[in-house]
């Protein structure tokens, strides 16, 4: 994938003419860029969707509806050209979004966003009920995925190999349980599945939740806990999760009693980056900004610290 040329993006969206060069911004799972044009600045992101061309569809059409509900998310900008929902799609560059610029900050440890949290988590919850949980990567019990993992690990010398045969019985008991506290878990909904401190940006407005390109289905309860104790551990600590609980409950919201399964997510989302790793160091996926070596390091330490992790987990009340 080469990057837009800024023309393309402003003919496909409807932009007047760009004022300057595609400026990088991020690039994560995604690469983003920003963009002066004659409507304004926008942000420009590439979206790596061609393996789940149909789920992103589907995630862009949730974000519309909650868009449409009024919740703090960036204004997408449509495409005038025949596209994939929001994404047009460019010659040699793939799906493209565009998006207003956003004048704002990163989340510190100083913002308390507790009630705003469980607010927004209780609205979103009521959009649109779902038939299953979670992303397709939370269905991880499958040993026949995992020893073909260990396979080619091992035929292609990749330094985690060894630690995914030592450890393997780790995996596998934290993926069964990952299957059972979400079959158990019974309340799923359409989400944005990825609120975390990373995606809110701090604006003038309020916080505002980025990057709903992974939306779909999951545990209303399950993503509560899971969000609530991310945020907190990033600035609060316990009176934050208690209080964007509450905020969850006095929003409408149904608050899910505390259970050994309540952050089983945690450790779905642990295994889910893990096979996610695995992928791309074994070329199932691209690496993207990611190198390689650095890779598989992160993920034998992941294999090594798992049962530690799950564990931990459990103990959390």
């Given at each position: 994938m080469r990057p837009p040329e800024p023309v393309q993006v402003t003919e496909a969206f409807g932009l007047g003419r760009p004022r300057g060069p595609l400026s990088p911004l991020a690039f994560g799972t995604s690469q983003t860029w920003t963009l002066d044009t004659g409507?304004?600045?926008?942000?420009?992101?590439?979206?790596?969707?061609?393996?789940?061309?149909?789920?992103?569809?589907?995630?862009?059409?949730?974000?519309?509806?909650?868009?449409?509900?009024?919740?703090?998310?960036?204004?997408?900008?449509?495409?005038?050209?025949p596209g994939l929902g929001f994404a047009a799609e460019l010659a040699g560059s793939g799906l493209i979004r565009v998006y207003e610029w956003l004048d704002g900050r990163a989340l510190t440890a100083d913002d308390d966003v507790a009630e705003w949290l469980g607010g927004t988590l209780a609205r979103l919850h009521t959009i649109e009920p779902a038939h299953r949980a979670g992303p397709e990567w939370y269905h991880l019990d499958d040993e026949p995925r995992w020893r073909a993992w260990l396979d080619q690990g091992e035929r292609l010398g990749r330094p985690w190999a060894a630690a995914l045969h030592e450890h393997l019985p780790d995996v596998l008991a934290a993926a069964a349980w990952v299957e059972r506290g979400?079959?158990?878990?019974?309340?799923?909904?359409?989400?944005?599945?990825?609120?975390?401190?990373?995606?809110?940006?701090m604006t003038a407005a309020g916080p505002v939740l980025l990057d709903w390109d992974g939306a779909g289905p999951d545990s209303a309860g399950l993503e509560l806990a899971h969000a609530a104790l991310v945020f907190a551990q990033h600035a609060g600590g316990a009176a934050a999760f208690r209080r964007t609980l509450r905020a969850y409950g006095e929003h409408g919201g149904a608050v899910p009693p505390r259970t050994p399964d309540l952050l089983v997510r945690r450790v779905a989302i642990r295994l889910g980056?893990?096979?996610?790793?695995?992928?791309?160091?074994v070329g199932e996926q691209p690496l993207g900004p990611n190198d390689r070596e650095t890779l598989d390091r992160s993920a034998a330490e992941r294999l090594a610290g798992l049962k530690q992790f799950v564990a931990e987990v459990r103990a959390t009340r």
């Open positions: 409507a304004g600045r926008v942000v420009v992101k590439h979206v790596p969707a061609d393996d789940w061309r149909d789920a992103f569809a589907r995630a862009m059409a949730f974000e519309r509806r909650a868009f449409a509900a009024g919740l703090p998310l960036p204004r997408p900008v449509e495409p005038v050209l979400f079959a158990q878990a019974g309340d799923f909904v359409l989400t944005h599945r990825d609120v975390e401190p990373w995606n809110v940006r980056r893990l096979a996610g790793r695995l992928q791309m160091s």
